[in-house]
T-cell receptor, first 111, second 116 residues
Framework: TQLLEQSPQFLSIQEGENLTVYCNSS?????LQWYRQEPGEGPVLLVTVVTGGEVKKLKRLTFQFGDARKDSSLHITAAQPGDTGLYLCAGDEAGSYQLTFGKGTKLSVIP | GAVVSQHPSWVICKSGTSVKIECRSLDFQATTMFWYRQFPKQSLMLMAT?????????EQGVEKDKFLINHASLTLSTLTVTSAHPEDSSFYIC????????????FGEGSWLTVV
């Protein structure tokens, strides 16, 4: 069973600050997805990265997939209160649609 | 983008009764759908993989007779919690992957179940 370790588990920062969330595994994933979940709602897909070393940007969010496809990071620039939520990374095993989820990072951005 | 709809969004039922949750892919076909359960402040826990036209595959520790899954068509999967108990109260989420989309998965809005 592949495991994804996500860190930090909790993060509380001031508006305008930058932050990075990490997702690490000892296993190789075919692809890795990042989701954001708000309380009481289902996760919403932010991005999928599939190529080692790939970098994708979504406004103030930058996602990177490690060269060896074992880890990924999410960097948020100039965080805003609207970024508050639970961020989940999820990796998929080769040839399967099943996802292995990290435990999530609960982000609070204080105005 | 692809849309997955879950119904109901929330439901309250009495202990001992059964409740059905539907998961529909609105604008794509999905051979495979997934059912998750989420406890407060925890990540998603995969319960089972629902395969159209065949039996669902349950994760270890999930009672298949209690959580009945039916994937009758390429756009609909249902989860029935039978003889519900208060400990079954949780947030249930389904997801589906378009048949030709690779590994992209779309989640439903989730269903809150409260058993009283």
């Amino acid at each position: 069973t592949q495991l994804l370790e996500q860190s930090p588990q909790f993060l509380s920062i001031q508006e305008g600050e930058n932050l990075t969330v990490y997702c690490n595994s000892s296993s190789v994933f075919s692809s890795l997805q990042w989701y954001r979940q708000e309380p009481g709602e289902g996760p919403v897909l932010l991005v999928t990265v599939v190529t080692g070393g790939e970098v994708k940007k979504l406004k103030r969010l930058t996602f990177q997939f490690g060269d060896a496809r074992k880890d990924s990071s999410l960097h948020i620039t100039a965080a805003q209160p609207g970024d508050t939520g639970l961020y989940l990374c999820a990796g998929d095993e080769a040839g399967s649609y099943q996802l292995t989820f990290g435990k999530g990072t609960k982000l609070s951005v204080i105005p | 983008g692809a849309v997955v709809s879950q119904h109901p969004s929330w439901v309250i039922c009495k202990s001992g009764t059964s409740v059905k949750i539907e998961c529909r892919s609105l604008d794509f076909q999905a051979t495979t759908m997934f059912w998750y359960r989420q406890f407060p402040k925890q990540s998603l826990m995969l319960m089972a993989t629902s395969n159209e036209g065949s039996k669902a595959t349950y994760e270890q520790g999930v009672e298949k007779d209690k959580f009945l899954i039916n994937h009758a068509s390429l756009t609909l999967s249902t989860l029935t919690v039978t003889s519900a108990h208060p400990e079954d109260s949780s947030f249930y989420i389904c997801s589906a992957s378009p048949t030709d989309s690779g590994n992209t998965i779309y989640f439903g809005e989730g269903s809150w179940l409260t058993v009283v």
